[in-house]
């Protein structure tokens, strides 16, 4: 029995591309459904744009608090 995670991200692959596949997953989903009209699709592009804003962001936040704690330790 097959137990991976299908294809993995690659090293260094934007933050929003790693917490957001499936998201993205959907839209991909919805065009095919949808005979690749992207009017049909719009609450799943929002989504996948709502969840890139917060991926970046938290990611940022991190990025800040991790140089805060380095260089709050010196």
Known sequence: ???????????????????????????QWCLARRNHQEKYCLDFIKAWKECCEKAKLNEARRLESEAAARSGGE
């Open 1 to 27: 029995m097959y137990t991976g995670s299908g294809k993995k991200h690659a090293e260094g692959a934007p933050i929003e591309q790693i917490k957001c596949k499936k998201e993205a997953c959907n839209i």
